[in-house]
Nanobody, 126 residues
Framework: QVQLVESGGGLVQAGGSLRLSCAAS????????MGWFRQAPGEERAFVAA????????YYADSVKGRFTIFRDSAKDTVYLQMNSLKPEDTAVYYC???????????????????WGQGTQVTVSS
């Protein structure tokens, strides 16, 4: 069992930046993957970004490409989501998620992930 603990949410003005962190409770391995999802009020949970722990592949939703960056610190078993040029439509609860993956992996499908953080609120004011 892997527990994920998130931090870094908050209130920011449009155009500002935030960095979210997600720490895993146990050592991760190269066949591990992590992603970020978000859920706005009244909407379904949506994919934001994901990466394989090996660092070979990184994926983004079209809505955040060029503004958000996902990266990890292997020594800390932590994944980050750097969010720049934030927009009001980025307002949501952000969740990190983890899973062990094989050669194929549907990174944007939340059902692929076995472990979830508690969620952190990001609010972008206009």
């Amino acid at each position: 069992q892997v527990q994920l603990v998130e931090s870094g949410g908050g209130l920011v003005q449009a155009g500002g930046s935030l960095r979210l962190s997600c720490a895993a409770s146990r050592r991760t391995f190269s066949n591990y993957a992590m992603g970020w999802f978000r859920q706005a009020p009244g909407e379904e949970r949506a994919f934001v970004a994901a990466l394989r722990w090996s660092g070979a592949n990184v994926y983004y939703a079209d809505s955040v490409k060029g503004r958000f960056t996902i990266f990890r610190d292997s020594a800390k078993d932590t994944v980050y989501l750097q969010m720049n040029s934030l927009k009001p439509e980025d307002t949501a609860v952000y969740y990190c998620a983890g899973c062990y993956v094989g050669r194929t992996w549907d990174f944007a499908n939340s059902n692929e992930y076995d472990y979830w953080g508690q969620g952190t609120q990001v609010t972008v004011s206009s």
